[in-house]
């Protein structure tokens, strides 16, 4: 992956923590594609394994919601995971939002996020059409 694609995946991880208001938001991508430094919050998102549908935890609100666990400074009380998903629909890896609080995930969020997605998966598409690695398709 070049400097150029690296700095592309972390631009729509920027945005992405912007616009859902969150402490963090990753993408996880296999490693021998993505040529950039994992962080805590790379690997929190990446346990256990890639997700095969949207994951949000938790599942419901509750006002004195217990930490999912910690990631440097942050308590994580809430937590998304969405695959990235190729051409032929294998998960390549996935988008991730952590914060320290729990959080309703709307209907709005919801569209706002299939669009972030689509970005990130453009995104490997170019960058794996250049490689050699594969494509994918949104």
């Known amino acids: 992956m070049s400097g150029q694609t690296a700095t592309q995946f ?10 859902f208001g969150v402490a963090a938001c990753v993408l996880v991508l296999p490693e021998s594609q993505h040529g950039r430094q994992q962080t805590p919050a790379h690997v ?6 890639l997700p095969d549908d949207l994951q949000i ?9 217990p930490a999912l666990g910690q990631v440097g400074q942050i308590e994580v009380r809430f937590q998304l995971r969405q695959p990235l998903r190729d051409a032929s629909g294998t998960v390549v890896g996935l988008l991730g939002l952590l914060h320290d609080r729990p ?12 669009d ?23």
Do not use: M, N, Y
């Not at 972390?10 to 616009?19: A, D, M, P, Q, T």
């Open 57 to 65: 935890l938790p599942e419901k609100q509750t006002p004195f919601q």
């Open 103 to 114: 959080r309703a995930f709307t209907a709005g969020d919801r569209e706002l996020l299939a």
């Open 116 to 138: 972030l997605l689509a970005l990130a998966e453009r995104e490997w598409h170019l960058s794996s059409s250049s490689s050699g690695a594969g494509s994918v398709a949104r």
């Open 44 to 49: 929190f998102c990446a346990q256990p394994a």
């Open 10 to 19: 972390e631009r729509i991880e920027r945005i992405g923590k912007h616009l």
